[in-house]
C-alpha cells in the first residue's frame, strides 16, 4: 500500500472517538438472556448469594461498555446502569408474555422451554426488548448493535426505537423488518416476510413518523407489507399473506389478494377488505 494511503488509515484510526466493541455488547446481551432465562443458559448457582454475585458482575459489564462511549460521564453511567437493571422485571414479565405468545401460537411448540432455547423469533423478541429499554435511556449504538446482532442471527430486523405492546408473537421470523417508527399493539402475531416500512426514504424525512401503527389483536401473514406513517390496521383484523397496504384498514377487517378469471387466465385483483 502507498504510504500516503497509510497514513489517512492511522489519522482515521487516532481520531476516532471509539465506541463498545460489538463482540463485547453481543456477550453481554447473552449474558443477560442467560441470566433472565435459564433454559437459555449454561449457568450454574451454588447460592443466592453466588447469583447476586453474578449480577453484579452484569452490571459492570454494561457500566464499563457505557464509559466506552466518549459522551458519557462516570455519573451518567451510573444512572443509566441502575434505571436499566430496575426495569428488568418488567423487562422479564414482557418476555414471559411474548414466551406465552409464541407457544400458543405455534401448534409445532412442545414446551415454552423449546420456545426459549430454540425459537429465533423469541431471541429477536428478546433483543428488542433489551435494546429498546436502553434507546430510551438514551444510550447510543448500544441498542443497534444488539437488534442487529438478532437481525443477523434470525433474519428478523427490528430497530430498537420501535413501540411493541405485550404479548408479542413471532412465528418462523425470517425476513421480518419493524422500522423505527412503528407502533405495534398487544397480542399482535406476525408471521414470515412481513414488512412494517416506510413510504420515503428520505432523510429529510427521519424526525417523522414514518411506519404504521398496528392495534391490538392484529395477525399478519407471510410476506404482507404494510407502509407510512398514517396507515392504521385497527383491531381485530386479519391481513392476508403478500397484500401491499399503504392506507388505513378498519378495525375487525380481513383484507386479502382475490384471484379472478380472465379470459380463462387466474390473474390476482386488488386486495379486498371484508
Known amino acids: 500500500m502507498e504510504k500516503e494511503f497509510i497514513s489517512k488509515l492511522y489519522s482515521a484510526h487516532k481520531e476516532c472517538l471509539g465506541g463498545p466493541p460489538p463482540t463485547a455488547v453481543v456477550k453481554f446481551f447473552n449474558d443477560l438472556l442467560s441470566t433472565l432465562f435459564p433454559d437459555f443458559s449454561a449457568l450454574h448457582f451454588n447460592s443466592i448469594q453466588e447469583f447476586e454475585t453474578h449480577i453484579e458482575r452484569m452490571k459492570l459489564q454494561l457500566d464499563q461498555l457505557l464509559f466506552q462511549n466518549p459522551l458519557k460521564s462516570a455519573p451518567q453511567v451510573k444512572k ?52 429498546n429499554k436502553l434507546d430510551t435511556l438514551g444510550v447510543q449504538d448500544i441498542p443497534r448493535i444488539i437488534t442487529e446482532h438478532a437481525h443477523s442471527r434470525t433474519g428478523v430486523d427490528i430497530h430498537p426505537s420501535a413501540n411493541i405492546g405485550r404479548h408479542f408473537c413471532i412465528d418462523h421470523g425470517t425476513g421480518i423488518v419493524i422500522g423505527e417508527t412503528a407502533d405495534i399493539g398487544n397480542n399482535v402475531k406476525i408471521y414470515q416476510g412481513v414488512t412494517l416500512g416506510a413510504l420515503s426514504v428520505k432523510k429529510v424525512d427521519s424526525g417523522r413518523k414514518r411506519h404504521p401503527t398496528i392495534e391490538d389483536h392484529v395477525v399478519i401473514y407471510a410476506g404482507a407489507s404494510i407502509l407510512g406513517g398514517d396507515t392504521i390496521v385497527g383491531h381485530n383484523s386479519i391481513i392476508g399473506g403478500n397484500v401491499w397496504i399503504t392506507k388505513s384498514v378498519p378495525p375487525n377487517s380481513k383484507i386479502y389478494y382475490q384471484s379472478r378469471t380472465t379470459n380463462g387466465d387466474k390473474t390476482e385483483s386488488n386486495s379486498v377488505i371484508i
Open 80 to 131: 443509566v446502569t441502575d434505571l436499566f437493571f430496575e426495569s428488568l422485571p418488567e423487562i422479564h414479565s414482557k418476555l414471559l408474555e411474548d414466551v406465552d405468545a409464541i407457544f400458543l401460537g405455534d401448534p409445532a411448540s412442545k414446551s415454552k422451554s423449546e420456545v426459549v432455547r430454540t425459537y429465533p423469533g423469541f431471541y429477536a423478541v428478546a433483543a428488542y426488548r433489551i435494546a
